[in-house]
C-alpha cells in the first residue's frame, strides 16, 4: 500500500496491565468537585444529577458516537478515555476503578511516557473520590500541579426529556497529597454550557517556585491565560471564539473567529495565530479567510454538539473539522471538511455519496478545494467520516482508513501540481483496524520533543478506538511498483516527481532500467532529468540563494496557476482522477500580507511565522519553462536530409573532377541546429535568472548558469552509465553483444536481447534530451550509433542517419569497412560504401589509404590512366571502352612510358596497380561492377 504505519505506541500494550494494580501512589483531595445546583450557571434549581453511567451513555449530545471509546473490552469496562498530552511523549489518560477493601467507584488521572526508550510505568497523577467525566486534562513542566476540565449532564425534574451539560474546569496541586488543602479542586473559569479544555505553557516553571502559565479555552465565551504562582492571576487574551487547535511544538494557538454574529450566513471568518514565546501572547497572523462551510454547521442549529474524541488537539463542534498543518520551510495550511448534505438520513443504508473539503495555503496565497465521488461505499460511513490531515515527506495527506487518500502537493518549494489520489477499495487500512470495517477516529499524536532544537519527530496518528499510535510515510515501493504496472503516463510522472523531489529516492532510475526499462518512456525520462538537477541544486544551495531556486524549473507537470492563467495545457491531465473534482482560487494576496505585516511581527526572530514564505502568483515570477523555450527564442531543432547518392557518382566526384567544388555532406555542415539550440537555451536561461532574481543576486546569475549546466552533464552522464551497466540478459549469457560492439554482418533476429534494449533507452534519452534541449555527454553518441548498428536492419539504420538521429563518425566507420573486408559479402560492401558517402572529402581520402577494396583500385587506377592517356572524342563508345575495359597489357604499358602519375593520385596508385587491374580487367569480364555499389534509400 501507499502508506506504511509503523506502532510507536498501544493503550494495550502500555496502559491496559496497569489499570487495576493497588493504589500506592493515589492522590486523593479532600472533598469532591463543587457541583452544586448554584454553580451550574443556567440550569434550574430543581435540576437533579443523573447518574454516572446514563451520564457517560449520553455525553456531549445525541449523536451515539459522540464518546469515542476505545474497543477494547477492558478499556471500555473502565471508561479509559486519553485527556491530554505534553512534550517528550508524555500521556495523560483517565479511567474508572474500585478502590482496595472498598465497593466505591473513583477517577483516576495518570501520566506515562509512551516513548520506546522509556518502559517505566504509568505514574498516578490524581485520584478523585467519585466517579467524574473527564474531558481533557494537562500538567505543568514539573509534574507539580494538574488541570483537567469536566461535564456533567443534568436533566431538568419539570422537562424530563431536555438534557443541560456543564462544563467545568479545575487546577490541583499534585506536589504533597497529604496536604488536604492543596489536593483540593480549584475551580479555574467558571461553569459553561459549552466545551472546555485546559493546557499548560509547555517549557515555563523549568525549576520550582516559578509560575505556571494555564490556558483555559470556553467555547463560544474565550480564553483565558491563568498565572498560577505565589500570587495567581487571570486575564482575558481573547474572547468569542467558533474554533481553536493547540500546536504543543510551537506554542501556538490557532483560532477560528466571526467578525460578526457566529450563526450569521454573512459573517466573514477570520483565522488567527497566537504564540507564546515568552509566556506572553503574541498574535502572529490575523487573515481573512472565506470559510463557508462553517455557517452550513452552525446556521441550522440552536446549540453545539460536541464530539469527545481521546487525544483530540483541537474543538469537534457540530462535526466541524478543520485542521492547521505545517509544512517543512514554513508552509501553512488550513484544511476544512464541508458538510454532508443537509437532507441525509443516517438510517438509510444507500450506498454512494461524496466528501468535500478545502485546503487554505497561505504560504502560497491559494486555495484549493475538492469534491471525491465514491459511488462505491457506503453512504452511512462517507457522511459520518472525518478526514485525518497531516503533513508527510512535504506532501498534505488527507486520509480515512479504506475510504480516503490524497497526496496533495502543495509544499513551499514549488507550485501546487497535480498530484496522487487514491479510494475506496485502493485506500490502506489500519494494521489493527478492529473489526476491518470498523470506522476509525483519527487524532494528532504529539512527538515533538522539548529540546531537540525545534524538529518534530513525526508526523504520527493516533486511533481513538483502538489506542494506537502510527508514525506514517510512504511506501517507496510502492511507488516503484505503481511506475512498472499504470497504463497512465501521467500517474507515472506523478509517482516520479513524488519519488525524487519528496522522498529523494536517486536509485528509481538505476532500479526501473535494470528489471524494467520497458517503464522508461521519454515523458518519463524528461521528469527524471529536470528534478535530478533541480534536487541537486535545492540541497546544495544556501539560505541566501533560495529566491534563486524558485526560478528553475521543477517538474513537467502542469501546476495550477499556469492553469489558471491559461499557460499550460493540462489536457492529459484532466481525467487523471476522474473521480475528483478540483476547484484552484487565488485568495486575496493583501488579506494575506496585510495579517502578517503587523508591527508585532518584528519583535520576535525566529519563530516559523516571522518568515512564513509568501510567494507571489507564479505569473509574477515564473520558472524557466523548457515547453515554451522553442516559442520564446524561434528556434526549431529541425535535422538535414542529405541527397542521396550512389557510391559510384561519390568516387566520379572526387575522383574524376578534382577541381569541382564538392557539396558539403552531413559531417562537414558548419552548424548542429541541436547544438545551437542548446547555446541559445542557455542564453535564454540566464536572461531569465537576470530578469527575475532579486537585485542582490543578479551577479550571481552567471555562476549558477554555469551551476546548472555542469549539473545536467552530470546528471546526463550518470544516466548513461546506468544504461550501459544494464546486466546481461539471460538470452545472451556469454555477454556477446558487449564483446564485440561492431557486428556489421549481424542480422536482426541474431541480436542480443539486451543490445535491443540499450538502444531503446538511448533513443528514448536522446529523444527527451532533444525535447528539453538538455546537453548529452560527448560519449552518448558514440554509445548509441555503436546500439543502433547491432540492433537496426540496415535500411532502417540509414533512415536514422538520413534523419540526423545519428551521425557515423569516421572511427565508426573506418570499422564498418574492416567488418565488409572480413566478411567479404557484396551487400556488407555496399553498406559500408555508402556510409563512406557520407563523409567529407578529406574523410574519404583518409578512409581510401586503407581500404583495398577491388572496386576502388580499379576507379582509382582507371582515373589516373585517363590523367595520363591524352584526351581522345568521348564517344559512347568510347565512354563504354574506357570505364568498362582497359587495353591489352602491352599497349597500356607502351602508352604509359614515361608518362607522370597525376599529381593529385600518386599517393594512391602505383604502376603495379595499374598492371594488376589492366589484368584483371583483361581477363574478367564485367557486366557492370557499379551495380554491386548502388545503395539507394
Not at 505553557?201 to 483565558?224: K, T, Y
Not at 486575496?588 to 520576535?604: F, M, S, T, W, Y
Not at 532579486?694 to 545536467?712: A, G, I, K, T, V
Not at 567529407?840 to 583518409?846: L, M, N, Q, R
Amino acid at each position: 500500500m501507499v502508506l506504511q504505519f509503523k506502532e510507536i505506541f498501544s493503550l494495550e500494550r502500555r496502559i491496559l496491565p496497569h489499570i487495576g494494580r493497588p493504589e500506592g501512589a493515589s492522590r486523593t483531595p479532600s472533598e469532591p468537585l463543587d457541583r452544586s445546583p448554584e454553580r451550574r450557571a443556567g440550569d434550574e434549581a430543581d435540576a437533579t444529577p443523573r447518574p454516572a453511567a446514563a451520564a457517560a451513555a449520553a455525553v456531549a449530545g445525541a449523536e451515539d458516537d459522540n464518546l469515542i471509546q476505545f474497543l477494547h473490552p477492558k478499556a471500555r469496562e473502565h471508561k479509559l478515555r486519553i485527556v491530554g498530552q505534553e512534550l517528550d511523549h508524555f500521556m495523560l489518560y483517565v479511567y474508572d476503578t474500585t478502590l482496595p477493601a472498598s465497593t466505591k467507584r473513583v477517577t483516576v488521572i495518570e501520566i506515562i511516557n509512551v516513548s520506546e526508550q522509556d518502559t517505566s510505568p504509568p505514574r498516578r497523577l490524581y485520584t478523585h473520590t467519585e466517579t467524574i467525566d473527564v474531558v481533557s486534562a494537562s500538567v505543568n513542566s514539573t509534574q507539580r500541579l494538574l488541570a483537567f476540565s469536566t461535564v456533567a449532564h443534568f436533566q431538568s425534574v419539570s422537562e424530563h426529556t431536555r438534557l443541560q451539560t456543564t462544563y467545568d474546569s479545575y487546577v490541583v496541586d499534585i506536589s504533597d497529597p497529604k496536604d488536604p488543602k492543596k489536593s483540593s479542586p480549584r475551580v479555574c473559569g467558571g461553569p459553561s454550557s459549552t466545551f472546555q479544555r485546559v493546557q499548560f505553557l509547555s517549557g515555563d516553571a523549568s525549576a520550582v517556585g516559578r509560575p505556571s502559565h494555564l490556558l483555559v479555552f470556553r467555547h463560544q465565551h474565550g480564553i483565558d491565560l491563568h498565572t498560577l504562582g505565589p500570587t495567581c492571576t487571570q486575564r482575558n487574551i481573547h474572547n468569542n471564539f467558533l474554533w481553536f487547535q493547540y500546536d504543543l511544538h510551537r506554542k501556538a494557538l490557532y483560532l477560528l473567529c466571526s467578525s460578526g454574529s457566529a450563526l450569521a450566513s454573512g459573517a466573514e471568518t477570520r483565522f488567527k495565530c497566537i504564540t507564546f514565546a515568552r509566556n506572553e501572547p503574541e498574535t502572529k497572523i490575523d487573515v481573512l479567510l472565506p470559510i463557508e462551510a462553517i455557517h452550513s454547521r452552525f446556521s441550522t442549529v440552536t446549540g453545539f454538539t460536541y464530539v469527545v474524541r481521546s487525544g483530540s488537539r483541537t474543538v469537534l463542534a457540530n462535526g466541524f473539522n478543520m485542521q492547521v498543518v505545517h509544512m517543512s520551510g514554513n508552509g501553512l495550511c488550513v484544511c476544512v471538511q464541508h458538510a454532508p448534505p443537509r437532507d441525509y438520513d443516517r438510517t438509510r443504508g444507500d450506498l454512494g455519496g461524496s466528501i468535500t473539503f478545502t485546503v487554505f495555503a497561505l504560504h502560497r496565497c491559494c486555495a484549493l478545494e475538492y469534491t471525491l465521488d465514491l459511488p462505491r461505499a457506503p453512504t452511512q460511513d462517507i457522511n459520518g467520516s472525518m478526514l485525518y490531515f497531516a503533513a508527510v515527506s512535504n506532501l498534505l495527506v488527507v486520509y480515512v482508513p479504506g475510504l480516503v487518500l490524497q497526496l496533495l502537493d502543495i509544499c513551499v518549494d514549488h507550485e501546487p501540481c497535480h498530484h496522487l489520489g487514491f479510494v475506496d477499495g485502493s485506500v490502506p487500512v489500519l494494521p489493527h483496524q478492529s473489526p476491518p470495517g470498523a470506522r476509525a477516529a483519527l487524532t494528532h499524536f504529539e512527538l515533538a520533543r522539548q529540546h531537540t532544537s525545534n524538529k518534530l519527530i513525526g508526523p504520527a496518528l493516533f486511533d481513538a478506538r483502538t489506542g494506537a499510535a502510527y508514525h506514517i510515510s510512504i511506501d517507496h515501493s510502492f511507488l516503484l511498483s505503481l511506475i512498472t504496472s499504470t497504463q497512465k503516463t501521467t500517474t507515472k510522472i506523478i509517482a516520479l516527481h513524488l519519488a525524487l523531489v519528496h522522498l529523494d529516492q536517486k536509485n528509481f532510475f538505476q532500479h526501473l532500467c535494470h528489471h524494467n526499462p520497458d517503464a522508461l518512456d521519454v515523458p518519463f525520462l524528461k521528469e527524471y532529468l529536470i528534478a535530478s538537477v533541480y534536487m541537486y541544486l535545492l540541497q546544495h544551495m544556501s539560505q541566501r540563494e533560495k529566491d534563486l531556486i524558485r526560478l528553475l524549473p521543477v517538474t513537467t507537470i502542469p501546476n495550477f496557476y499556469d492553469e489558471l492563467a491559461g499557460l499550460a495545457d493540462s489536457s492529459e491531465y484532466a481525467n487523471h482522477c476522474e473521480w475528483a473534482t478540483r476547484r484552484f482560487f487565488l485568495l486575496p494576496r493583501e488579506h494575506i500580507v496585510d495579517g502578517l505585516a503587523g508591527p508585532q511581527n518584528k519583535k520576535l526572530h525566529g519563530t516559523p511565522y516571522d518568515s512564513l514564505t509568501l510567494l507571489p502568483p507564479h505569473i509574477e515570477t515564473p520558472r524557466f519553462n523548457f515547453d515554451h523555450f522553442e516559442e520564446w527564442v524561434d528556434v526549431k531543432p529541425t535535422y538535414a536530409t542529405p541527397v542521396t547518392r550512389s557510391a559510384s557518382s561519390m568516387i566520379s566526384r572526387l575522383f574524376f573532377k578534382p577541381k569541382a567544388a564538392a557539396a558539403p555532406p552531413i559531417a562537414a555542415k558548419s552548424g548542429d541546429p541541436m547544438k545551437a539550440l542548446q547555446a541559445q537555451m542557455l542564453t535564454s536561461f540566464r536572461d531569465h535568472l537576470r530578469r527575475w532574481a532579486p537585485e542582490s543576486l543578479r551577479e550571481r546569475c552567471s555562476e549558477w548558469e554555469e551551476s546548472y549546466r555542469n549539473q545536467q552533464n552530470t546528471v546526463s552522464q550518470t544516466m548513461i552509465e546506468t544504461i550501459k551497466s544494464l546486466p546481461t540478459q539471460p538470452q545472451d549469457p556469454q555477454g556477446a553483444a558487449a564483446a564485440m560492439p561492431f557486428p556489421g554482418s549481424l542480422e536482426p533476429d541474431e541480436t542480443s536481447e539486451r543490445t535491443l534494449v540499450l538502444f531503446r533507452l538511448f533513443q528514448r534519452l536522446q529523444c527527451a534530451a532533444q525535447d528539453l534541449c538538455f546537453p548529452l555527454s560527448l560519449d552518448f553518441g558514440s554509445s548509441f550509433l555503436h546500439c543502433a548498428y547491432q540492433s537496426l536492419p540496415r535500411p532502417l539504420f540509414a533512415q536514422y542517419v538520413a534523419s540526423g538521429a545519428l551521425n557515423p563518425t569516421f572511427d565508426f566507420v573506418c570499422r564498418v569497412v574492416e567488418d565488409a573486408n572480413m566478411s567479404g559479402r557484396a551487400e556488407d560492401h555496399a553498406f559500408a560504401m555508402h556510409l563512406v558517402s557520407l563523409l567529407d572529402a578529406a574523410s574519404v581520402t583518409k578512409l581510401f589509404v586503407a581500404w583495398r577494396h577491388p572496386e576502388i583500385k580499379r576507379r582509382l587506377a582507371q582515373a589516373a590512366v585517363e590523367g595520363m592517356i591524352p584526351p581522345e572524342p568521348r564517344t559512347p563508345a568510347h565512354i563504354a571502352r574506357v570505364e568498362d575495359e582497359f587495353l591489352v597489357l602491352h599497349t597500356l604499358r607502351k602508352l604509359l612510358a614515361g608518362r607522370p602519375t597525376p599529381e593529385h593520385l600518386q599517393n594512391f596508385v602505383t604502376p603495379n596497380d595499374i598492371e594488376e587491374v589492366a589484368l584483371h580487367s583483361t581477363t574478367l569480364t564485367v557486366a557492370d561492377p557499379r551495380e554491386a555499389l548502388d545503395w539507394d534509400i
